[in-house]
């Protein structure tokens, strides 16, 4: 039983005799025999179609997936609804099982949508120019550096503390090889001081912040942009794509580049992947930027047609010079996320904003009624706010999930000090009578 | 074919949302945003066309034959789509507690072992994002391994061979080593004789594709190993050409101590256009501390994130990688299951068919058997008529192909990197070639109509240097240029297109 081949004996008969070779293991003789394996793979017996679904259906039914837990869990992917267009369109074999669109004459579905992501993602965040995807808001943090370290000539970086913990990972995972110096800048009380911005800012090359924050907090992000700007230093910001219907675009308060985690727009939670990471930045970066970028040129008639372009920053042509290694990106994920929102479009964006702000607004409100503080008072908030629940919030996550509600994350696990806060997230998809029950299960 | 954003009508709508009688959380004034982003507005009938045309616009592997070498266009299996699409599977979010992600945890492990076992080395990682990613991934663990030795200062240099994919190069520099190149004989092996002189104490490791990226086993692979080996330097496998090998030759076997895998190649995730990927990392034991955390581990029937990895290079990428290209890869290895072998041998005898039969038209660089790709040149064809390998590429679409790979890799000039895959029906297989001998009779006959193609797709030839000195990458609305007046003649780079 041989998948997806068609291969018949007759074929391999008259194959073989057109090679001029008496069986298929003679193709292998340059291969050394002190290198050959010798004897078969040792992995499990094949299984038929029906029989790897009853078996990964069986893998499935022993996770517990939104839907079978009422969640609360956000932390940077996010249990938004996904419409059932992005999910149709995704499935379109010509879309899904094409390779990178290198050859244009064949490709122009997928370099337009390219290019009609790249516009909406400098549509939303006030740029110039975005590539066609990075891996994920994780990887487009260490890019980002990388452009400013060339851009500025400067090797130091610095990152809020209040960024997402995996972005500041992945941030110091890349600094060595780029020979980067990471300093971090504490919060106050849940949000971050421009003056100590300021002072951090002096010869870096760049102030990566997000906004929201990792808490779910409004930072004062323009003057974190200003603090940076005022050192030379590019302000990046990280921000969550649906927040930018109500959040001024990073493009109109200073910021050089802005990035993020494209998931809760338009990606299924997956388990965390695959989803896109996007990269937008102001026109003088263009030539530094990372990745793909398509572009709009005519074609021998003069008819409009789009292409990859700039490719002369890119591994391929400028090898150990370019100016990244990426070669495999998201482009399925972001175009996911091209259907998503031109399914909201701009109204729709700006209510579903609204929409999550009011509820977790009102889960605000009704757990302070219950007695829970907020781990920051008097902070304003997006979608996500951290709450103190009065013991180890990894205790009250455990006790919640007994009830069948997933109250959110613990955010002693990335900040010490902070082991009574849990932060919670609140989508469109949750209401007013789910939170009532988080209320319920984390009032004591 | 108009931009969806040329489509849209001021106050269309097509999403719906749940609403409730909520008071309104307002933004402070300073953060709130001004004029609103010019998405698009469109109702839903019309936005499922729109997509639906863009589709109809695109070739991938359900369109036709692919044969784009170094990028493995096999066949992606429709079942695997059904599986990741189970919401225990795609509803998941990552920071689930442990006890409520058994099973994407028992799947991950398990696609682990297989792949450690493909490989031929002990530990694996799944977190990065893709084959680049695995690289530089890879070269921060040796650096992380040299760094523990106290040996990082001295050995600063990665030695490549000029075959490589330019990911090879670029994850060098991004890790912060430089670059010793190594020439290829002429029988397209490593030329050992320049490796001897270039390794030294000095040197960190190899980076090398095996098959290369010519498709050929280099026949003193063995000799290689030794070379790196004897001065205490490590050897990275570049997985892209794994199709070439699975359950014949393996990665340890032959000596390397770091492998990527592209699932997105080998093991049939779809590559969307561009992307998704997973670039897997597998390894030798004495590098296993170094490896991204966190690592999912076993106990007896538990399966277990373990961040406690005090020695980590920490991490590339969230959380713990594309999970639903594990699933789709998973499914794609458990239906082979040891029967792999099968498959690279498949990839390989359609490889050979392809190259015997044109051999003849298309010179051959290295007169060899080939594994699973074989690269031919044009330059006959360049050289008696003008037409170059792009011309090929582009004629191939009129008889219904995805062109090769061409001007890779760079030592071959007017290069056609040619790769089948194990799911092509010889029927296929032979229309190509038989395309591929006409359009060499073409090149001599009637060279215009190599020059002039394609004829049938909805553009034509597309002026690449007009695109890279206008730089036009969004749409501007009522700000949008002109783009030109009537015909152009459209300048394209003979640059690399594919792999
Ligand atoms: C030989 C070779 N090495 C490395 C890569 C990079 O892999 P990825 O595209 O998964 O990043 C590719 C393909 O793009 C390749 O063909």
Redesign the interface.
């Known amino acids: 039983m041989t998948p997806f081949v068609s291969l018949t004996e007759r074929d391999e008969q008259a194959m073989l005799d057109a090679i001029g070779v008496a069986s298929v293991e003679e193709l292998f003789r340059d291969v050394p025999e002190g290198v050959r394996l010798g004897r078969e793979l040792a992995l499990p017996p094949a299984l038929s179609e029906q029989e790897i679904v009853a078996h990964l259906e069986e893998l499935a039914a022993l996770n517990v997936p939104t839907g079978r837990e009422l969640s609360f869990l956000g932390a940077g992917i996010y249990d938004h609804y996904v419409p059932a267009v992005v999910d149709s369109v995704l499935q379109r074999g010509e879309l899904l099982t094409a390779y990178t669109p290198y050859q244009p004459e064949l490709s122009q579905g997928v370099l337009q949508a390219i290019f009609e992501y790249q516009t909406a993602i400098c549509e939303l965040t006030g740029m110039d120019v975005s590539n066609a995807s990075g891996y994920d808001g994780t990887t487009v943090a260490a890019d980002a550096c990388y452009v400013a370290k060339h851009a500025t000539g400067r090797s130091k970086v610095v990152v809020t503390e209040a960024t997402n913990p995996q972005v500041r990972q992945v941030v110091k995972t890349y600094a060595p090889g780029f020979a980067l110096e990471v300093v971090e800048v504490p919060h106050r009380g849940g949000v971050t001081d421009p003056e100590e911005v300021a002072a951090a800012a002096q010869d870096a090359a760049c102030v990566l912040f997000q906004h929201p924050n990792f808490f779910g907090c409004l930072e004062p992000a323009p003057e974190l942009a200003a603090a940076a700007n005022d050192a030379e230093a590019l302000a990046v910001a990280h921000v969550d794509p649906l927040s930018l219907g109500v959040l001024e675009a990073p493009g109109r308060y200073g910021c050089a580049l802005a990035i993020g985690e494209g998931q809760a727009a338009g990606n299924h939670q997956s388990f965390g992947g695959p989803h896109y990471g996007f990269l937008a930045a102001k026109s003088e970066f263009i030539r530094r930027m990372p990745g793909r970028i398509v572009g709009e040129t005519v074609d021998a008639a003069g008819e409009r047609g789009y292409v990859l372009t700039l490719q002369t920053r890119e591994q391929h042509i400028r090898r150990e010079k370019a100016t990244s290694n990426i070669t495999t990106n998201q482009t399925l994920l972001a175009l996911g996320g091209l259907v998503y929102l031109s399914w909201l479009g701009p109204q729709g964006l700006r209510e579903l904003g609204e929409t999550c702000m009011a509820l977790a607004q009102h889960a605000k409100t009704r757990l302070e009624e219950a007695g829970l503080e907020p781990t920051f008072s008097g902070k304003a908030t997006f979608k996500e706010f951290a709450v103190r629940v009065g013991r180890n919030a990894g205790d009250a996550i455990r006790d919640a999930r007994a009830r069948g509600v997933h109250p959110g994350y613990a955010l002693g696990r990335d900040y010490p000090g902070l082991d009574d806060a849990l932060l919670v997230a609140v989508t469109e998809k949750r209401t007013p009578a789910d939170i009532d029950r988080l209320v319920e299960v984390l009032a004591r | 074919?108009k931009?969806?954003?040329e489509k849209s009508q001021a106050g269309?709508?097509?999403?719906t949302?749940?609403?409730?009688d909520?008071?309104?959380?307002e933004?402070?004034e300073?953060?709130?945003?001004?004029d609103?982003?010019?998405?698009?507005?469109?109702a839903?009938p019309e936005?499922?066309r729109?997509?639906?045309e863009?589709?109809?616009?695109?070739?991938?592997?359900?369109?036709g034959f692919?044969p784009?070498g170094s990028?493995t266009?096999?066949?992606?299996?429709r079942?695997n789509?059904?599986?990741?699409?189970?919401?225990?599977?795609?509803?998941?979010?990552?920071?689930?507690?442990e006890d409520?992600?058994?099973?994407?945890l028992?799947?991950m492990w398990h696609l682990q072992e297989?792949l450690i076992?493909?490989a031929?080395l002990h530990a694996c990682s799944l977190q990065p994002?893709?084959?680049?990613?695995g690289?530089?991934t890879g070269?921060?663990l040796m650096?992380a391994y040299f760094a523990e030795r106290g040996e990082d200062e001295r050995r600063r240099k990665i030695v490549i061979p000029d075959t490589a994919?330019?990911?090879n190069?670029?994850?060098?520099?991004?890790?912060?080593y430089e670059?010793t190149p190594v020439k290829t004989d002429p029988r397209g092996n490593i030329d050992v004789e320049d490796l001897r002189a270039r390794v030294d104490e000095h040197t960190a490791g190899l980076m090398l594709t095996n098959p290369s990226t010519l498709g050929?086993?280099d026949?003193h692979?063995?000799e290689i190993a030794k070379v790196f080996h004897d001065v205490g330097a490590l050897m990275y496998y570049d997985g892209a050409n794994l199709n070439a090998?699975?359950?014949?030759?393996?990665p340890g076997?032959?000596?390397f101590d770091i492998v990527h895998i592209?699932l997105?190649k080998t093991f049939s995730q779809?590559?969307?256009?561009?992307?998704?990927?997973?670039?897997p990392i597998v390894v030798r034991e004495r590098l296993e501390p170094y490896l991204?955390a966190p690592q999912v581990i076993r106990d007896v029937d538990d399966f277990f994130l373990d961040y406690d990895r005090p020695k980590s290079?920490?991490?590339?990428?969230?959380?713990?990688?594309?999970?639903?290209?594990f699933?789709r890869s998973?499914?794609f290895?458990?239906?082979?299951?040891?029967?792999?072998?099968?498959?690279s041998?498949?990839a390989?005898?359609?490889a050979?068919?392809l190259?015997?039969?044109l051999r003849d038209a298309y010179d051959l660089p290295y007169d060899?058997?080939c594994?699973h790709e074989f690269v031919v040149s044009a330059r006959r064809l360049k050289r008696e008529h003008g037409a170059t390998a792009l011309d090929v590429?582009?004629r191939l679409?009129d008889y219904g192909f995805?062109?090769p790979?061409v001007y890779?890799p760079l030592v071959v000039p007017e290069a056609l990197m040619i790769e089948p895959t194990?799911?092509?029906?010889?029927e296929i297989l032979d229309e190509f070639c038989d395309a591929m001998l006409a359009i060499a009779r073409e090149a001599a006959d009637s060279p215009e109509l190599l020059k002039?193609a394609?004829h049938d797709?909805?553009?034509?030839?597309?002026?690449?240097v007009?695109?890279?000195k206008?730089?036009?990458?969004?749409?501007r609305f009522e700000d949008h240029p002109d783009?030109?007046?009537?015909?152009?003649?459209?300048r394209q780079?003979e640059?690399?297109?594919?792999?």
Request: charged share 20%; aromatic share 6%.
């Open positions: 074919m931009l969806i954003y269309r709508t097509g999403y949302l749940p609403r409730h909520l008071p309104r959380a933004v402070p300073a953060l709130r945003r001004g609103p982003p010019r998405l698009p507005e469109l839903e936005l499922v729109h997509f639906t863009l589709s109809t616009r695109n070739f991938g592997i359900d369109t692919y784009l990028c266009m096999k066949y992606n299996p079942v789509e059904r599986l990741a699409a189970l919401p225990g599977f795609r509803d998941l979010h990552p920071l689930q507690e409520g992600a058994q099973g994407a028992a799947l297989a076992e493909i031929g994002a893709a084959g680049s990613q690289e530089l070269l921060m650096r994919h330019g990911t190069p670029a994850s060098v520099t991004m890790a912060g670059l050929l086993f026949e692979i063995e090998v699975c359950g014949i030759s393996r076997d032959m000596g592209n997105h779809p590559h969307g256009g561009g992307g998704p990927g997973g670039g991204p290079i920490g991490k590339v990428r969230g959380f713990t990688g594309p999970f639903g290209v699933v998973y499914a290895i458990r239906m082979w299951g040891p029967e792999l072998r099968c498959m041998e498949i390989v005898l359609n050979n068919y190259l015997a039969r060899r058997l594994m590429a582009k679409m995805h062109p790979t890779f194990e799911t092509e029906p010889k002039e394609p797709r909805p553009v034509k030839r597309l002026d690449e007009r695109a890279a206008r730089a036009i990458v969004r749409y783009v030109g007046d009537g015909p152009v003649e459209p780079l640059a690399q297109k594919g792999a």
